[in-house]
């Protein structure tokens, strides 16, 4: 069946550096992959999303990148701060129907 | 202003119990979800709705009955509550499905837990 894979499932980093997390889909019909943030007690928050026909999007210090061949996408933060510590979800949805498959998450800590 | 909201956000029930979640959104989206977050923080959908009409169930005990008495509300009733229920509850909603793009909005979540 379908399947995201996130990785990794923590990640510590100092402030100003950059943080990366991958995930991997299983259906090569998806087409569409969104990118959720969760702060603590918070609901999901979209931050960013791409869809098949692209490759790379960006919105300030956020980018993500799809490989459609190799079936993966990333996530890219550059000059982290403080408030980006949060648990960051990847997600792909599957053509024709309503399901959005989430990743485990990763959750990110930013250090001052 | 809020654009899906959901009640209550806190919920403490004993085992057996039958409670209701309920949910509304304001953004004329057509369709609506339910998902459930569980302790490990892993986010899995129950149900969706596309214009009151059931699209998705998930492989969701019976004990979960979705209702959706228009397109702006769609409500979880739970039967016969049990300890591994307890989770937090999303309810979320998009202009379409999911497969067309859409950015899915969620509620704040309702705590769940049963003792």
């Known amino acids: 069946g379908e399947n995201v894979e996130q990785h990794p499932s923590t990640l510590s980093v100092q402030e100003g550096d950059s943080a990366v997390i991958k995930c991997t889909y299983s259906d090569s019909a998806s087409n569409y992959f969104p990118w959720y943030k969760q702060e603590l007690g918070k609901r999901p928050q979209l931050i960013i999303d791409?869809?098949?026909?692209?490759g790379e999007k960006k919105d300030q210090r956020i980018a993500v990148t799809l490989n459609k061949t190799a079936k993966h996408f990333s996530l890219h933060i550059t000059e982290t701060q403080p408030e980006d510590s949060a648990v960051y979800f990847c997600?792909?949805?599957?053509?024709?129907?309503?399901?959005?498959?989430f990743g485990t998450g990763t959750r990110l800590q930013v250090f001052p | 202003d809020t654009a899906v909201s959901q009640t209550p956000k806190y919920l403490v029930t004993q085992m057996g119990n039958d409670k209701s979640i309920k949910c509304e959104q304001n953004l004329g989206h057509d369709t609506m979800y339910w998902y459930k977050q569980d302790s490990k923080k892993f986010l899995k959908i129950m149900f969706s709705?596309?214009?009151?009409?059931?699209?998705i169930n998930e492989t969701v005990p019976n004990r979960f009955s979705p209702k959706s008495p228009d397109k702006a509300h769609l409500n979880l009733h739970i039967n016969s509550l049990e300890l591994g229920d307890s989770a937090v509850y999303f309810c979320?909603?998009?202009?379409?499905?999911?497969?067309?793009?859409?950015?899915?909005?969620f509620g704040e979540g309702s705590w769940l837990t049963v003792v």
């Open positions: 709705y596309n214009n009151k009409e059931l699209i």
């Open positions: 997600a792909a949805s599957l053509r024709n129907t309503d399901k959005l498959i």
């Open positions: 979320a909603s998009s202009l379409l499905g999911a497969d067309s793009g859409n950015t899915i909005y």
């Open positions: 791409i869809r098949s026909n692209v």
